[in-house]
């Protein structure tokens, strides 16, 4: 899915993102994100947030004493995450493709659910590492599709429950629930993880572990910048 569509899918969800993810997910999706977080070195860096949205990984980096600057293509999104923070964090509108931003500007970076939304992973994953020290830590989060016995379970969740849902909800959230899984699916239809360690590999990204959370629902990945 271009990251175009990406901007008209999420223009609406910020006043209630944050609240309607953690429900969907069955309250996963924080703990998700507090593990992405902790793969980096408690070392006071700067970190660069990419796809940051309304600002629920940022957060938990400041809480964790790291300086952060915020980075989404989505107006709406972003203004949400100014409620949050004040001038407490630096919020940049870009997109992840083409970053205006100094090569080995940041200490660290985190990304979120990037990548599906991308036409070239593998450029992406190039761009990001460009903006990060070497030595210091890249980690993205993204969701995953279970295997063996979950997977029935996931299946009938995101072809039925999603989308009913998203009806019951509104408020952009029907395009969501008909959307994200079809969307999952394929992304690791086209990109299995054997092929994603290879894209972070050729970015520059060396040391590269992965961990499948809540039965491989979420996936989250992290290396060091060569």
Known sequence: ?????????????????DRVGA?????????????????????????LDVATGTGMVAAELVRRGFRVTGVDQSTEMLA??????????ELVESRAE???LADGAFDHLTVTYLLRYVDDPGATLAELARVVRPGGTVASLEFGVPSGLARPAWELYVRAGLPIAGRVLRNGWREVGDF???????????YPLERQLDLW???????????????????VMWGRRA
């Open 1 to 17: 899915m271009p990251s175009v569509d990406a901007r008209k899918l999420f223009a609406p969800l910020g006043p209630t993102y």
């Open 23 to 47: 429900t969907l997910s069955f309250g996963q999706d924080p703990r998700w994100r507090r593990f992405l977080v902790a793969r980096l070195p408690r070392d006071g860096g700067h970190v």
């Open 80 to 89: 949400r995450a100014r409620q949050r923070f004040g001038s407490t964090v």
């Open 98 to 100: 083409s970053l205006p």
């Open 180 to 190: 994200l899984g079809g969307s999952i699916r394929d992304y690791w239809r086209r």
């Open 201 to 219: 590999r050729t970015a520059g990204i060396d040391g590269v572990e992965v961990r499948r959370l809540s039965l491989g629902g979420g996936v």
